[in-house]
């Protein structure tokens, strides 16, 4: 009888609620693709749990795991170690298990990045970037574009108390300046703007008609036009960015692009990007 491995590699996501999550679309059909043994579990986990979670995927010996709401902070606390662009955002979405020590990364902004990259025309460096929200995506997006040389970004939220505090971590811990804005009326972007970018949860599904309440005759052609919403990704923000004559990107390229550097985190392969997107494009659209 030849040689026989029947045992699954398991990474997967803890979150509450997660039923809706869809990542195990495309992390199952990226497992398929390269014929690897692997399993991605979408598991409930309680807030009152996560500890015991944590020591469950060590017994296990899951090769990783992703975090979503509400545990992507309170997860820090389990880990060895954390990455430090993670440390800087506050959050932790991806866990990754090796040697026996437990490390935090967080994909969410790096997977923005690659999609502002793949872009092509957009140059990040000395970039002026207009910020829309200051919620966990925000702050992942702030943190790596301000890492990766982006001169200035303004960080607009109703809330003053998150946009302040977002404000604070890029001016005291990267060398790009930022600055709050109040977001309490509408606001018109400023001229010298490279990038805008909605970081809010306005306009995901099913709320699909919703923008975010700025002056869209401000939009100019050249300007990069961002969307952090997957679901639907043609969100009705960037139709009116396009109507501009503005280049947009979508929160579905993001989506992915985190997913394909969180495969890479744990399988150490080249994930198979087309793949994922198109087994995510399809669960959306169905
Ligand atoms: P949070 O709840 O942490 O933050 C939400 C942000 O949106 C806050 O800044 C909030 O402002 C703002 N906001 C919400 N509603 C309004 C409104 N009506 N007017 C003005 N501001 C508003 O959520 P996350 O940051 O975790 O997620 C935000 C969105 O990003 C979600 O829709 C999620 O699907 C998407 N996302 C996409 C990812 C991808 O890979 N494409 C990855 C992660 C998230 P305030 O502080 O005032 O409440």
Redesign the pocket.
């Known amino acids: 009888m030849p040689n026989r491995n029947y045992k699954a590699e398991l990474v997967g996501v803890f979150g509450y609620p997660v039923a809706e999550n869809p990542t195990v679309v495309m992390m199952e059909a990226a497992f398929r693709a390269l014929g690897l043994n692997w399993r991605y579990l979408t598991i409930e986990v309680k807030p009152d749990n996560l500890a015991d979670a944590i020591r469950g995927l060590v017994a296990f010996g899951m090769r990783g795991i992703n975090l979503t ?1 509400p545990h992507k902070i309170e997860v820090m606390k389990y880990l060895d170690e954390i990455a430090g662009d993670a440390r800087l955002i506050g959050a932790v979405n991806t866990v990754v298990a090796e040697n026996g020590r437990l490390r935090g990364e967080n994909t ?1 902004g790096k ?2 990045l690659r999609s502002l990259k793949e872009q092509g025309s957009t140059r990040i460096a000395g970039s002026r970037v207009f910020l ?9 997006i702030a943190v790596e574009l301000a890492l990766a040389g982006a001169g200035h970004i303004v960080v607009a ?3 003053r108390t ?2 302040e505090d977002l404000v604070r971590t890029l001016n005291e811990a990267t060398q790009c300046h930022a600055d709050f804005l109040l ?1 309490d009326r509408q606001l018109a972007i400023p001229e010298d703007t490279d990038i805008l970018v909605n ?4 306009g ?1 599904f099913p709320d699909i008609e ?1 923008v ?2 700025i002056d869209y005759r401000t939009i100019r052609p050249d300007l990069v036009v961002c969307d ?4 639907p990704p043609h969100t009705a923000f960037l139709k009116k960015a396009e109507a501009r004559g503005a280049k947009t990107i979508d ?2 390229g ?2 992915v ?2 997913g394909v550097i969180g495969f890479k985190l744990w399988t150490g392969l080249e994930a198979p990007r087309e793949v994922m997107m198109e087994a995510l494009s399809k669960e959306f659209a169905g």
């Open positions: 709401i969410d997977g923005f829309l929200g200051a919620g966990g995506a925000a702050r992942s939220n109703r809330t998150r946009g977001w970081a809010t949860s306005i995901l919703a975010p309440d952090v919403i997957p679901n929160g579905l993001m989506l692009n985190q």
